[in-house]
T-cell receptor
Framework: EPEVTQTPSHQVTQMGQEVILRCVPI?????FYWYRQILGQKVEFLVS????????KSEIFDDQFSVERPDGSNFTLKIRSTKLEDSAMYFC???????????FGQGTRLTVV | AQKVTQAQTEISVVEKEDVTLDCVYE???????LFWYKQPPSGELVFLIR??????QNEISGRYSWNFQKSTSSFNFTITASQVVDSAVYFC?????????????FGEGTQLTVNP
């Protein structure tokens, strides 16, 4: 069964460092997303990406964040200068349409120290 | 603005009991989509069901059933004859019409513990 895969599963980084979280969405999906979940809290939307551009972003997704689809398969989230409060589980997701169910990857746990 | 409320933070049951997880939503959209996701202890988010606002039929899938009541803005999830493997956090989520973007708005989640 096709699935969304994310790497790495866990990343520890020092405050102020740049991190890139990687995702391979399901191959025939057209919409890509990043969500985050701070430990013990609800899942929050960060950004959606369609047709090679950001289609929607939340207030969390400020200038420190960027997304890219560098080739036909990968979808990345970059955090330019990490802060302690960026520590969270980051989920990548993809869907066939803007209203269909999103399938999530297993997440990348980011720890900023 | 959209909002999803899952008032039950934690529920604990004994195996084989039936359990209902409540979800109440708020939206001004006339077309919207409701979802349930399961987050087991391993952490991934597993899609369970999608329901369109114009389809109020209830759905049953094995031990799982969903009751969509537009009049009360609720989309409740019942597990019949619960099993230990059902222990997880369950999230209800809402998405607006395609024209308003594709973000999912999640509730706070309900931690379900099924004890043997």
């Amino acid at each position: 069964e096709p699935e969304v895969t994310q790497t790495p599963s866990h990343q520890v980084t020092q405050m102020g460092q740049e991190v890139i979280l990687r995702c391979v969405p399901i191959s025939n999906h057209l919409y890509f997303y990043w969500y985050r979940q701070i430990l013990g809290q609800k899942v929050e939307f960060l950004v959606s990406f369609y047709n090679n551009e950001i289609s929607e972003k939340s207030e969390i997704f400020d200038d420190q964040f960027s997304v890219e689809r560098p080739d036909g398969s990968n979808f990345t989230l970059k955090i330019r200068s990490t802060k302690l409060e960026d520590s969270a589980m980051y989920f990548c997701a993809s869907s066939t349409g803007g209203y269909t169910e999103a399938f999530f990857g297993q997440g990348t746990r980011l720890t900023v120290v | 603005a959209q909002k999803v409320t899952q008032a039950q933070t934690e529920i604990s049951v004994v195996e084989k009991e039936d359990v209902t997880l409540d979800c109440v939503y708020e939206t001004r959209d006339t077309t919207y989509y409701l979802f349930w996701y399961k987050q087991p202890p391993s952490g991934e988010l597993v899609f369970l069901i999608r329901r369109n606002s114009f389809d109020e039929q209830n759905e049953i899938s094995g031990r799982y059933s969903w009751n969509f009541q537009k009049s009360t803005s609720s989309f409740n999830f019942t597990i019949t004859a619960s099993q230990v493997v059902d222990s997880a956090v369950y999230f209800c989520a809402l998405r607006g019409p395609e024209t308003s973007g594709s973000r999912l708005t999640f509730g706070e989640g309900t931690q379900l513990t099924v004890n043997p």
